[in-house]
């Protein structure tokens, strides 16, 4: 308490109200000022206020009475107002070594296009910039949303991110220190976040399930790589130096192995991660008998982790071993996590996720062994749209708070 | 944003603002208004409610110009406003399973009294109320202080606390549901808060080192067991089942041991605890020549484990060989903290952090070989006093809560 100072102003109230009747009006879609007064627990002149600062920005539209043409009748006639979902758009966008995704959105957060771009191989830094501002256009064609129409643009993408500039990336050679912020503020002229893609992850399945800012949710990648995204009470842990939630890099073993360097896999990542797995799976085919061999061969991806999982789902014997011991290294280095921050909700997505039930529950019952109280686990609904559609909420948040500042309000008083 | 729902009126930018300015006059002890005016950014206007709204309640008092004994001069006065530390005292109370401690400080957290209790073997659950009663008032009468003078105490424990109640607390046999609560309050007529000891220490060290609200800060307790209080942005992480920061519970090898019950010392604290670390020095000594194996051999509590810290620190080759083992293991468990949550600083305590300079350059070294970024760490300056002041600043917190809604302000509107 004794760190106020000068950042509690009648600006902040007026700021708090607004974004509570928004929050409000957009999820109602129509409102009347006392659906407002009852939801928000404002009265009616602060209401009121908050409508009129809305208005002005645009955010939302008050509609005349239709019952009577817009005449006015006597009496208080009943003002609805309408979320104004199309006065603006927003992009989210996933960079990743393998692909990118472009998501557009109206300000309600309604999907209007979703465009994908798979590259073989590993992309180079130097064309990524100009293959996600390609894709970004085409992701508005595909909209039907004009450029100028873009309130904001949220990036997500792997590596060390502080303050829009990525620091580090080492999956995609050539990539910190890259220029896509500019490039992308230069052709859409509206403001660029950049941040780390599991930050974008957990901030995605938050606003999925409609969470609060109570609690605490982590979202695991698993992937080739491992990396946490964590949100405690309604703000991205990001640590000191930006570098939280590495639990890719967990060596648990006694002694540990060499130096680590992010130039490298992690030592978890390197026992648990996609690549991990399938040579796992590919040794063990090779000495027993089991229908998973044939599916191994088959496959043009080598980290296509999904014919073991489908197999296991299928009750092949030696595909249910691999998951075990795929799950028992996984929970190993998931166990730390339940033990430091007893989560609410731990969500696991990326590319091993889609292994579906029969994964969750071997993972869950592992962790279990290693946990004082029940871990809460669950695989992500969002499937690989999640950090694009993190991206988007993250630019959501700046459209806000650049609305509220036009209107003279802000949070920092 | 959406969440913000009735809790924003002028009672709670009134609220801000009293804290504010009391703030500021307890770090001064004595100032202006336009000091306060300065340090708050608040207008005059504001500070002047906000030192009546002080004053009413008994903690400033506005000081007469002394110049001129108190007669009016023409112009403004530059009126002067003292806190008055002496309105009111706190008691911060530690419960362990072999000692009780009480502190009592003023309003302004100037220690009073500290008085300590240690037993032979293990408390009772029964007798330890009892016990707590009359160390409370032991200290109050060191202190010299009225038992109606008492605004709030704060009491720590071992153990799982919720709501304010001791739900588990598997090291003090029979103190889980414990009436201290009810006991206390009956005594001394006031508010008295209970929560988890490592909680209350890692409160204690953001004020003893005058941290604010931002980043975070880990206390993790090296004792007979091991156990850390997080502080994240300014608010204890006490996690989902009040269960968080258990990370004496760790088990990081590949085929975890027994299932893990609070009912016995976790995986973590059984090989890198007071305990296994006196067994560890034990073997060694009994094999190798030093000066060590006497100074074992002296000493009367089998888990006094200083001896091999202070031969360590004189040079002793086989002392250091048990200083570096000891870290190595304690280092493994807490790399995961760091990896995880990145922090700011990790403050280490309990009886094993007294192992000084020697012991925290080996951890340090032992922690940097498993982490991203060099890990920042020190030993506690607070000793074993961290836990009962941690209860003086949970009791100071519930005061000024207390005195700013007697005052028809509050936090939640």
Same mark, same amino acid.
């Given at each position: 308490?004794?760190?106020?100072?000068?950042?509690?102003?009648?600006?902040?109230?007026?700021?708090?109200?607004?974004?509570?009747?928004?929050?409000?009006?957009?999820?109602?879609?129509?409102?009347?000022?006392?659906?407002?007064?009852?939801?928000?627990?404002?009265?009616?002149?602060?209401?009121?206020?908050?409508?009129?600062?809305? *208005?002005?920005?645009?955010?939302?539209?008050?509609?005349?009475?239709?019952?009577?043409?817009?005449?006015?009748?006597?009496?208080?006639?009943?003002?609805?107002?309408?979320?104004?979902?199309?006065?603006?758009?927003?992009?989210?966008?996933?960079?990743?070594?393998?692909?990118?995704?472009?998501?557009?959105?109206?300000?309600?957060?309604?999907?209007?296009?979703?465009?994908?771009?798979?590259?073989?191989?590993?992309?180079?830094?130097?064309?990524?910039?100009?293959?996600?501002?390609?894709?970004?256009?085409?992701?508005?064609?595909?909209?039907?949303?004009? !450029?100028?129409?873009?309130?904001?643009?949220?990036?997500?993408?792997?590596?060390?991110?502080?303050?829009?500039?990525?620091?580090?990336?080492?999956?995609?050679?050539?990539?910190?220190?890259?220029?896509?912020?500019?490039?992308?503020?230069?052709?859409?002229?509206?403001?660029?976040?950049?941040?780390?893609?599991?930050?974008?992850?957990?901030?995605?399945?938050?606003?999925?399930?409609?969470?609060?800012?109570?609690?605490?949710?982590?979202?695991?990648?698993?992937?080739?790589?491992?990396?946490?995204?964590?949100?405690?009470?309604?703000?991205?842990?990001?640590?000191?130096?930006?570098?939280?939630?590495?639990?890719?890099?967990?060596?648990?073993?006694?002694?540990?192995?060499?130096?680590?360097?992010?130039?490298?896999?992690?030592?978890?990542?390197?026992?648990?991660?996609? *690549?991990?797995?399938?040579?796992?799976?590919?040794?063990?085919?090779?000495?027993?008998?089991?229908?998973?061999?044939?599916?191994?061969?088959?496959?043009?991806?080598?980290?296509?982790?999904?014919?073991?999982?489908?197999?296991?789902?299928?009750?092949?014997?030696?595909?249910?071993?691999?998951?075990?011991?795929?799950?028992?290294?996984?929970?190993?280095?998931?166990? !730390?996590?339940?033990?430091?921050?007893?989560?609410?909700?731990?969500?696991?997505?990326?590319?091993?996720?889609?292994?579906?039930?029969?994964?969750?529950?071997?993972?869950?019952?592992?962790?279990?062994?290693?946990?004082?109280? !029940?871990?809460?686990?669950?695989?992500?609904?969002?499937?690989?749209?999640?950090?694009?559609?993190?991206?988007?909420?993250?630019?959501?948040?700046?459209?806000?708070?650049?609305?509220?500042?036009?209107?003279?309000?802000s949070a920092e008083g």
């Amino acid at each position: 308490m004794e760190d106020t100072s000068s950042g509690s102003g009648p600006h902040v109230l007026r700021w708090l109200n607004a974004s509570a009747v928004l929050g409000v009006v957009r999820a109602a879609d129509q409102a009347t000022l006392s659906d407002l007064m009852e939801a928000t627990g404002l009265t009616r002149p602060t209401v009121a206020q908050a409508v009129a600062t809305l *208005e002005r920005a645009g955010w939302i539209e008050i509609l005349r009475n239709e019952a009577d043409g817009g005449a006015r009748r006597i009496g208080r006639p009943a003002q609805r107002v309408r979320f104004r979902a199309e006065a603006g758009h927003l992009v989210g966008v996933d960079v990743g070594p393998h692909k990118t995704m472009a998501i557009v959105t109206d300000l309600a957060g309604t999907v209007l296009a979703q465009v994908r771009h798979e590259i073989d191989g590993v992309h180079q830094g130097g064309e990524l910039a100009t293959d996600v501002l390609a894709l970004t256009e085409s992701a508005l064609g595909e909209a039907g949303v004009a !450029p100028e129409s873009v309130a904001a643009i949220g990036v997500g993408t792997p590596g060390v991110v502080a303050d829009g500039e990525v620091l580090m990336a080492p999956s995609i050679p050539g990539w910190a220190g890259n220029r896509l912020g500019a490039d992308l503020t230069t052709r859409f002229d509206c403001p660029v976040l950049i941040d780390n893609d599991v930050n974008l992850a957990v901030l995605a399945e938050n606003w999925h399930r409609r969470g609060g800012p109570e609690g605490t949710l982590a979202f695991v990648h698993w992937g080739a790589r491992l990396g946490a995204g964590l949100l405690i009470g309604g703000r991205l842990h990001r640590g000191h130096a930006a570098s939280a939630g590495e639990i890719g890099f967990l060596d648990l073993d006694e002694e540990p192995r060499e130096r680590l360097s992010t130039d490298r896999m992690g030592p978890l990542e390197s026992i648990a991660g996609a *690549e991990a797995i399938a040579a796992l799976a590919e040794s063990v085919v090779r000495r027993r008998r089991t229908p998973l061999r044939e599916l191994l061969a088959a496959r043009t991806d080598p980290l296509d982790v999904s014919p073991i999982f489908h197999c296991a789902a299928e009750g092949d014997p030696v595909a249910l071993s691999i998951v075990d011991t795929v799950a028992a290294r996984f929970a190993r280095g998931l166990a !730390p996590l339940f033990l430091l921050l007893d989560p609410d909700l731990v969500i696991i997505g990326g590319g091993v996720s889609r292994g579906g039930p029969v994964l969750l529950d071997a993972v869950e019952r592992h962790v279990r062994r290693r946990t004082l109280v !029940p871990p809460r686990l669950e695989m992500s609904e969002l499937g690989d749209a999640a950090v694009a559609l993190g991206g988007v909420r993250l630019a959501l948040d700046r459209t806000e708070e650049t609305l509220f500042s036009a209107a003279g309000l802000s949070a920092e008083g």
